[in-house]
């Protein structure tokens, strides 16, 4: 009889700051999601395609490729896997202009780093995830 191992659910953090990037994946990890990083918007990419996530955290300033960028090339992949992942965007960008251009490309929150405590991120990190 084979006995499947509850599916642990993928988390993918793009973050460049380092230091955001350690309190987030310590802190998901304590909810024993497995915590992928990339610290770059091109890493980000690829990890999204090997990895396959559930859920993508994501930086709009980003080196190499903007978070826009990221988000337009997971959106318009072929793959269901990856074009259909959850993504919670974490930016100081808050123009009007940026939150609707990301909003179109199906985010499921966005969060201004500057007004947004990291409980709150948390919180609907766990609610998407359904845990």
């Given at each position: 009889?084979?006995?499947?191992?509850?599916a642990?659910?993928?988390?993918?953090?793009?973050?460049?700051?380092?230091?955001?990037?350690?309190?987030?994946?310590?802190?998901?990890s304590?909810?024993?999601?497995?915590?992928?990083?990339?610290?770059?918007?091109?890493?980000?990419?690829?990890?999204?395609?090997?990895?396959?996530?559930?859920?993508?955290?994501?930086?709009?300033?980003?080196?190499?490729?903007?978070?826009?960028?990221?988000?337009?090339?997971?959106?318009?992949?072929?793959?269901?896997?990856i074009?259909?992942?959850?993504?919670?965007?974490?930016?100081?960008?808050?123009?009007?202009?940026?939150?609707?251009?990301?909003?179109?490309?199906?985010?499921?929150?966005?969060?201004?780093?500057?007004?947004?405590?990291?409980?709150?991120?948390?919180?609907?990190v766990?609610?998407?995830?359904?845990?």
């Open positions: 009889m084979l006995i499947m191992a509850d642990i659910k993928k988390v993918l953090i793009v973050e460049d700051d380092t230091d955001l990037r350690n309190v987030l994946t310590d802190r998901l304590s909810y024993n999601y497995k915590v992928l990083e990339a610290d770059d918007g091109e890493k980000g990419v690829e990890q999204a395609q090997a990895e396959k996530p559930d859920l993508i955290l994501l930086d709009l300033l980003l080196p190499k490729m903007d978070g826009f960028k990221v988000l337009e090339t997971i959106r318009y992949h072929s793959e269901p896997e074009s259909n992942a959850k993504v919670i965007v974490l930016s100081n960008l808050w123009s009007n202009k940026d939150i609707l251009r990301v909003k179109a490309l199906q985010v499921d929150e966005y969060f201004v780093k500057a007004n947004t405590n990291l409980e709150d991120v948390f919180d609907k766990k609610k998407v995830l359904k845990d």
